[in-house]
């Protein structure tokens, strides 16, 4: 079976490909063999788009998830909207940047919340603009205003943002690097992906992100929450 490209991960500011259609499920999910679409996966939400078909028939996805092997990617259209599609077709993928860009944001802007706040993080999640941590945190006292502050002088740092990758082996040698209590990073291709920014945090991650900390631009912490007795809910949003 061959497994979709995924192009986002080495790429994620391309906002459309070509591709072809490797099959049509009968849910509505069309399966290609290479996508600039993130698949929903790590408090990421898929994304969406467009479909153009030949002959210029535009078909709307709706949003875009790992099939049941994780190997093959579905963009999902619906089952109406995907009688239209055969496999064979040579299609084009169109992003919706605008929404893609905000959610990239976001993902970073959190990744220097997790450094602003070093507790191991119980879970999150990433919304158009927005997003959240929820943090392990024995003892409460967290002013919004003062982790803004923080959050901001890390964003003005203007640091690259980058990727590697290692292997099994040495992520458990690394067991430090996982910031995340309840999702770990994906095993089973034999490595794994981290996210650099230079000199602030390095950790594994799938997720799309920014080039450099100042494409965020300003962030505020916008509510902290008590989930329970050693749990806190920190909720960010872009300025903008």
């Known amino acids: 079976m061959t497994a979709t490209d995924l192009l986002f991960r080495d790429n994620a500011y391309a906002r459309s490909c070509t ?15 290479r996508t600039v679409f993130y698949a929903q996966g790590g408090g990421q939400p898929g994304d969406v788009g467009i479909l153009l078909r030949p002959g210029g028939d ?3 996805i709706t949003n875009t998830v790992y099939g049941p092997d ?4 579905l963009h999902l259209v619906g089952p109406d909207a995907a009688r239209r599609v055969a496999p064979g077709e040579e299609v084009e993928l169109q992003l919706d940047w605008e929404r893609r860009f905000r959610r990239m944001r976001v993902h970073t802007a959190l ?9 191991p993080v119980t879970g999150g999640a990433i ?13 409460a006292g967290l002013d ?6 923080r959050l901001n002088t890390l964003i003005a740092r203007d640091a690259p ?9 040495e992520l458990d040698a690394n067991p430090g690097l996982v910031k995340t209590m309840s999702v770990k990073p994906p095993r089973g291709s034999g490595r794994v992906r981290l996210v650099e920014i230079e000199g602030i945090d390095l950790q594994p991650c799938g997720g799309t992100h920014v080039r450099r900390t100042s494409e965020i631009g300003r962030a505020s912490v916008t509510d902290i929450e008590k989930k329970g007795k050693q749990n806190r809910r920190v909720r960010l949003s872009l300025v903008d």
Do not use: M, N
């Open 70 to 73: 994780r190997l093959r990617i």
């Open 58 to 60: 535009r078909v709307e």
């Open 161 to 169: 943002v980058t990727e590697r990758w290692i292997t099994d082996e």
């Open 111 to 119: 990744h220097l919340l997790s450094v602003v706040l070093p507790y």
């Open 144 to 149: 919004k205003a003062e982790l803004t502050d």
């Open 19 to 33: 591709a072809t259609v490797l099959d049509v499920t009968p849910e509505g999910g069309i399966v290609l063999d």
């Open 127 to 139: 919304g158009d603009g927005d997003g959240r941590l929820d943090f392990d945190i024995p003892d």
